[in-house]
């Protein structure tokens, strides 16, 4: 492999290498806000340091090209693989810097008369207007005897003719997302320019802080690393080290890269238009989210984890039925688009599933109760290990998907949450089931519940579970997230349970849904009981889960340092089952806290078997 890498100024790097282009396959101009605005913050340190007569010297990062021919001219010209935001970012600032100045001198010329001090400070302004636009803007090349302007940037296809006639200061219209976060980033230069840079009273002074930012802060003081090579395959080997000020290239980036350059052919140019799309859409997702999303996809697809590494090239093979720099034809390249179609619809999928969200559209088969289980598993249990098989169980019908759901919820709070066990079984069982359910014609989902009962058992036994139970303790400085899902669940299918736990744990009454949020863990016995009531024994034994009840958003929860006595009224009141059962006793102390934590625990064996 052969890279050469220096690390220059950034008017080095456009005076010295003539001009750039982003490939039209790859993404769109991605800095946000927060990237503009640390853009911005660094480059106000360093003019700051300059106005004080020292230097501060700041690195951005690093931009990876791939050297390229250009017929019938002389001229360096590169493929930015990685590197167009920070590239086109300062192409925004000095085409910004140009514009205010040009104003500038507009203004003085219209003035008759001009000090010597003006005119100087005029003459420099216009000189380095002249000088900003063929060192960043534009390159004069010579091709066939005649003299040709090349921009100095071009970016992909879908955001060039938006970014050439931005900085020519016209007002182009907005048609994509890229657009309108490159409309901000240019009113966002336009604006520090006018503020911090051409800031003073007179021309002069104007022309001062110009010359500080474009003879010693992008002259000297900003540097980028320089990476060339004189092929793509070494250049997308180093591109993934890299990142864009916060904005991670993922596998998708490299994906779209790969699969558009595949149908890089006249008579592929259509599909090739349509599969652009289907990236755009994909590659809206925050950066973390796709590469995720897309190892989701795939172990769902083919019923196994991609390897750590190189997760693109497996999808070129195993997904896109292709390896990079093949010829392909009509027919694979609507197999490359129609995947890539599949990628887009899915990523929506696995949005609403991390978010906790209900995946279909029509819940007239199920209740709310039910898709409340879905959050439970996701949001509050934290569980995206089965995203995989999730994607793939949205292919049943709703009903089918539900009760998945619910078995799953229950499998992993016992397996997880409180057997701790390790997560390689269970992955290889949702794998195993997740490409099951798309290549068997009639899938049940009762093999599913076969098997996870089965690893249950084996892992996670009864008295295992029973034992990690008990272990389990209230904490002030914690969530206590386990506890407070514990007896939700317990509540859920007490009715089951009370009537005799036959069959399949199901809660008998869905018609009330207690909120996580919006339930809280009350100690029976008081976490700080006053000094008059309390009791030696329960004080050693407070924080156990015998101890322990929830409270609904209905229920009074101004109990807390009250005695049992005084609780029993509000418990018997209570529109939970297990709180009314409590206020049935007459006292409280440490053998009936023991008796409560056996019962519990053996309410929770029934009911944690998928």
């Known amino acids: 492999m052969t890279i050469d890498s220096n690390q220059v100024s950034v008017k080095f790097l456009f005076e010295r290498h003539h001009t750039f282009e982003v490939p039209k396959y790859q993404r769109g101009y991605a800095w946000d806000d927060e990237a503009l605005d640390d853009f911005v913050d660094d480059l106000s340190r360093c003019l700051k340091s300059r106005s004080s007569g020292s230097t501060r010297s700041h690195f951005f990062g690093g931009v990876v090209t791939v050297r390229q021919q250009i017929p019938k001219s002389s001229r360096s010209h590169f493929e930015v693989i990685d590197g167009q935001q920070r590239l086109a970012s300062f192409v925004l600032l000095v085409a910004a810097i140009k514009i205010q100045c040009k104003r500038i001198v507009d203004t003085v010329h219209k003035k008759s008369a001009l000090g010597a001090a003006e005119r100087r400070a005029t003459t420099f302004l216009e000189t380095t207007i002249a000088d900003l636009h063929s060192t960043y803007l534009a390159y004069k090349d010579e091709i066939d005897l005649e003299y040709v302007e090349i921009p100095k940037l071009r970016l992909s296809k879908a955001d060039n003719s938006f970014f050439q006639d931005l900085i020519k200061g016209e007002a182009p219209k907005v048609e994509r997302a890229s657009h309108g976060r490159m409309l901000a980033a240019w009113k966002c230069l336009l604006t520090f320019v006018e503020e911090d840079i051409l800031r003073g009273s007179t021309v002069k002074e104007k022309a001062k802080q110009l010359q500080l930012l474009v003879n010693g802060v992008l002259a000297i003081d900003c540097s980028v690393i320089f990476m060339c090579s004189d092929t793509r395959s070494e250049a997308y080997q180093i591109f993934q080290v890299l990142n864009d000020r916060g904005v991670h290239l993922t596998d998708g980036d490299l994906l779209r890269a790969s699969t558009m350059e595949l149908l890089d052919r006249k008579e592929l140019r259509a599909i090739q238009n349509d599969l652009s799309d289907a990236w755009d859409r994909i590659l809206t997702y925050p950066p973390s989210d796709i590469d995720s999303y897309l190892r989701w996809y795939f172990s769902s697809r083919e019923g196994k984890r991609p390897k750590s590494s190189n997760l693109a090239d497996q999808f070129l093979n195993c997904r896109f039925k292709c390896d990079e720099g093949t010829s ?32 279909y559209y029509s819940h007239s088969n199920v209740t709310a109760w039910d898709r409340e289980r879905l ?58 089931h997740a490409k099951a359910i798309r290549s068997e014609r009639s899938y049940s989902t009762k093999t599913l519940r076969a098997d996870l009962r089965a690893l249950v058992e084996k892992i996670v036994p009864d008295k295992l579970f029973e034992a990690n139970l008990y272990e389990l303790r209230y904490s002030p400085r914690s969530g206590n997230g386990r506890i407070k899902y514990l007896f939700i669940a317990l509540e859920d299918y007490a009715k089951w349970y009370k009537s005799g736990a036959r069959g399949a744990p199901r809660a008998k009454d869905k018609s009330r849904i207690l909120d996580f949020t919006n339930t809280t863990l009350e100690h029976i016995y008081p976490r700080s009981a006053p000094v008059k009531s309390r009791s030696a024994q ?67 064996l029934k009911i944690f078997v998928p």
């Open 328 to 359: 392909i034809g009509k027919r694979q390249a609507e197999g490359v688009l129609a995947e890539a179609k599949n990628i887009d619809g899915d990523f929506s999928t696995l949005q609403a599933l991390g978010d906790g969200d209900w995946p």
């Open 375 to 432: 959050r439970m598993l996701v949001t509050h249990l934290k569980h995206t290990n089965a995203m995989p098989l999730l994607l793939s169980l949205k292919l049943l019908d709703e009903k089918k998907f539900a009760e998945a759901v619910t078995s799953i919820e229950r499998f992993v709070f016992r397996y997880k949450t409180i057997g701790n066990a390790h997560i390689g079984p269970m992955t290889e069982l949702y794998l195993k």
């Open 538 to 604: 329960l004080e050693h034994v407070k924080d156990s889960i015998g101890n322990l009840t929830i409270l609904g958003p209905n229920d009074n929860n101004d109990l807390a340092n009250k005695t049992f006595s005084e609780k029993r009224a509000l418990l018997s009141e209570s529109h939970l089952r297990l709180n009314r059962e409590l206020a049935q006793h007459d006292t409280w102390n440490v053998a009936r806290l023991k008796q409560r934590e056996k019962d519990l625990a053996e309410m929770a």
